[in-house]
């Protein structure tokens, strides 16, 4: 099929307007139809419903929608990996990272990835998961490491996980709390700062609490700023909840101390790498993944393997 075609084809689908759709491939609304009727005649179906001005797709035309971006953006991957090949460059990539590994696994990469492959440029977006999200399926970034319990289902998603980060609630030194064994509500009694929590989390926490059914436990501070919750901690009475490896600097140097909170739930970030499915990475994401793997393996330990539930037939 041609490539330019399947073009017109997915501008169509974005625009459901054909004048609109010409404009954007900067052809004439005639030859703009040409194009597409020219598409439903090789394929031997109309692709696209035209009723009182509305411009839909025909369940034939979703089929080949979904399977033309995939194959054009593998078209465009070839023609980029073509064009590196023959310069003998890496190439440039973008990613993204949620606040914890961007604080715990980035710097080290970095760091890596310039020491051995100083030609590849690097831009590097940090946010939430939602906000990556929207950024890898937009095609904006290659791929992004963020925590993955809270990511939708969806079979467009390739998610490898890279283990956990365990973590707790910790206080400054000199802490009322610091050296003692408080129970949960009381250490919430003095305000818990945090990245936002999975609701599994929340309800867990509403559960150890006593809360009434349907209503979670207010954090003091919310933000996706690992810094700015550092330093509330490190300044005022707010407890952090946060993961070990985000405070081993404080805690090593003893400016901040783990509260051993009788009646905490685990805590754990669990990271992972996501990307589109059937989508090839650059030479440059491949190399970078790779490295996000080596040091992950350093920081992170694997999630516990799922017990195997046997079943008899009676």
């Known amino acids: 099929m041609d490539l330019r075609r399947l073009q017109h084809l997915i501008e ?28 439903e005649s090789q394929t031997g179906m109309p692709l696209f419903e035209r009723e009182a001005g509305a411009i839909r797709p025909t369940p034939a035309g979703e089929f080949l929608i979904e399977r033309a971006r995939r194959l054009l953006f593998e078209a465009r991957c070839v023609q980029r990996d073509v064009e590196l090949f023959r310069e003998s460059r890496l190439g440039d990539t973008a990613i993204g990272m949620g606040p ?9 990469v970095v760091t890596l990835l310039r020491q051995r492959y100083p030609e590849v440029g690097l831009r590097v977006e940090v946010s939430n998961w939602r906000s990556l999200l929207e950024q890898l399926r937009a095609e904006e970034i ?29 206080v400054r030194a000199g802490h009322p709390l610091a050296g003692k ?19 599994a989390i929340k309800s867990r926490l509403a559960a150890l609490m006593g809360l009434p059914s349907g209503e979670t436990p207010a954090l003091a501070l919310q933000c996706d700023d690992i810094a700015l919750l550092r330093s509330t901690m490190l300044e005022t009475d707010t407890v952090l909840a946060l993961t070990n490896e985000a405070l081993r600097a404080e805690l090593e140097s003893g ?48 999630p516990p393997k799922k017990k195997r539930v046997s079943s008899s037939r009676s």
Do not use: C
């Not at 003095?190 to 999975?198: E, I, Q």
């Open 255 to 302: 400016a901040a101390v783990a509260l051993k909170v009788i009646d905490l739930p685990p805590i754990f970030a669990e990271m992972g790498v996501v990307r589109l499915r059937n989508r090839t990475p650059s030479p440059a994401a491949q190399k970078l993944a790779a490295l996000i793997e080596e040091r992950a393996a350093r920081v992170n330990t694997p």
């Open 181 to 199: 064994a408080p129970v949960l509500s009381e250490a919430w009694s003095f305000g818990v700062a945090s990245v936002r929590l999975p609701e």
């Open 12 to 39: 169509l689908a974005d625009e459901r307007h054909f004048a609109r759709a010409a404009q954007r491939v900067n052809l004439s609304q005639p030859a703009f139809s040409r194009s597409i009727q020219a598409l």
């Open 142 to 170: 290659e791929f992004f490491v963020a925590d993955i319990r809270e990511l939708p289902i969806d079979a467009a998603l390739e998610i490898r996980s890279l283990g956990r980060q365990h973590g707790g609630f910790y």
């Open 100 to 108: 914890l590994p961007a604080l715990t696994l980035l710097p080290d």
